[in-house]
């Protein structure tokens, strides 16, 4: 199934997007809404480290875990009404996880540009959409033992005349 990832940075008003180029597996269920079975939801479940691997190959500047890492929150659509954003870690450590941790999403039909303005082969189909937010941490700079200025040896260099 294709990906839609809405995400936003720290506290700014902007939501990015992440789209999928390629289908990802994706666990699928129906759940009600309401008292009677009239009203019914398809949620998908997909890795979590999926997820970050696709946000952070879409951006690579903006996720340069040199100097900084970020703390992954994902948005618990199975939770209702309240909806809250669930804590996960940071980055680094997920992408070097094998845990199995499953990020619900609600799956819709998406008509994004690609689809409306590129190749008619990527038409409305349908589309896991998960919400994150990720809030920066500064990666403490760990100051590196600088070795000991080598004593210096002091050679007397001579100063020959010569003299006829």
């Known amino acids: 199934m294709q990906i839609k990832i809405l995400y936003s940075l720290d506290n700014q008003p902007n939501v990015y997007l992440s789209r999928s180029e390629n289908t990802l597996p994706v666990q699928i269920v129906q759940i009600s809404l309401g008292m009677n079975d009239d009203e019914l939801i398809t949620l998908g479940g997909l890795e979590l480290k999926d997820c970050v691997k696709q946000v952070v190959r879409s951006a690579p500047d903006t996720f340069n875990l040199s100097f900084r890492d970020f703390v992954v929150y994902y948005q618990d659509i199975s939770e209702q009404p309240d909806e809250p954003f669930v804590a996960n870690g940071v980055i680094s450590k997920l992408l070097n996880s094998n845990e199995s941790c499953l990020v619900p999403g609600r799956v819709c039909q998406s008509l994004g540009a690609g689809s409306i303005f590129g190749k008619k082969s990527k038409m409305a189909s349908e589309t896991l959409e998960i ?3 990720l809030r920066t941490i500064e990666i403490p700079v760990t100051k590196e033992k600088t070795p000991a200025p080598e004593q210096q040896s002091h050679s007397h260099s ?7």
Do not use: G
Request: proline share 0%; glycine share 0%; net charge positive.
């Open 158 to 164: 001579r100063k020959y005349s010569h003299s006829s």
């Open 131 to 133: 919400r994150m937010q």
